[in-house]
């Protein structure tokens, strides 16, 4: 069964940017996987950050940004602030009405 | 703005069936634009997609749970439901109804229920 695959941690400095990647042990990413990003911070239920790609959802900063780099969607922070720091979850769709999450990264801003 | 919520009982016993109820408002269950569906969370890890269903009865399924798992739904009390059998302690999680909303060219989750642990315990 293909997994999605996310780095595990990523570690960035206030005001720099960084790119978090979602990817498929099988196969490419595209807009038909209709990648979504997920923000959760400790104790809090995840909050939908952007989806089909890259489209924020309401309130998210305009420093994230959502594409698809190579055979991957991507999640990139330009200037990351300290309260950025967070776990970030990738859903994709498999086809057939299933949808798998990564494993999630955990971004530290130090 | 639809908002959820879930409810059900904290504690099940080993081998018994997890049975939670998430409750849609500000929106119709019968919306045509929305699927219906749950996420879990264990303590300290991933989250994992469960299900989803529509009003009409249509029903997707992870394939790792899906000899365990049912979704229906209730449209007269405008919620739906998830149902998990043979339990052991490694379904003890955090579990998140969540809206999958679906329009042309996108499919995502855009709303969450505050969530809600289940422990598995004699």
């Known amino acids: 069964q293909t997994a999605v695959t996310q780095e595990p941690s990523f570690s960035v400095s206030p005001g720099e940017t960084v790119t978090l990647t979602c990817g498929l042990t099988?196969?490419?990413?595209?807009?038909?996987?209709?990648p979504s990003w997920y923000q959760q911070t400790p104790g809090q239920a995840p909050r939908t950050f952007i989806y089909?790609?890259?489209i924020r959802s309401s309130g998210v900063p305009d420093r994230f940004s959502g594409s698809i780099l190579g055979n991957k969607a991507a999640l990139t922070i330009t200037g990351a602030q300290a309260d950025d720091e967070s776990d970030y979850y990738c859903?994709?769709?498999?086809?057939?009405?299933?949808?798998?999450f990564g494993g999630g990264t955990k971004l530290t801003v130090l | 703005q639809v908002q959820l919520q879930e409810s059900g009982p904290g504690l099940v016993k080993p081998s018994g069936t997890l049975s939670l109820t998430c409750s849609v408002s500000?929106?119709?269950?019968?919306?045509?634009?929305?699927?219906w569906g749950w996420i879990r969370q264990p303590p300290g890890k991933g989250l994992e997609w469960i299900g989803i269903?529509?009003?009409?009865?249509?029903?997707y399924y992870n394939p790792s749970l899906k000899s365990r798992v049912s979704i229906s739904v209730d449209t007269s009390k405008n919620q739906f439901s998830l149902k998990v059998t043979s339990v052991t302690a490694a379904d003890t999680a955090f579990y998140y109804c969540?809206?999958?909303?679906?329009?042309?060219?996108?499919?995502?989750?855009?709303?969450w229920g505050q969530g809600t642990l289940i422990t598995v315990s004699s």
């Open positions: 859903m994709l769709y498999m086809g057939s009405g299933i949808w798998v």
């Open positions: 099988s196969g490419s990413v595209s807009s038909t996987s209709y």
């Open positions: 089909s790609t890259n």
């Open positions: 500000g929106g119709s269950i019968r919306s045509s634009s929305y699927y």
């Open positions: 269903i529509f009003y009409g009865g249509n029903t």
């Open positions: 969540a809206s999958h909303r679906r329009d042309v060219g996108s499919w995502f989750v855009d709303h």
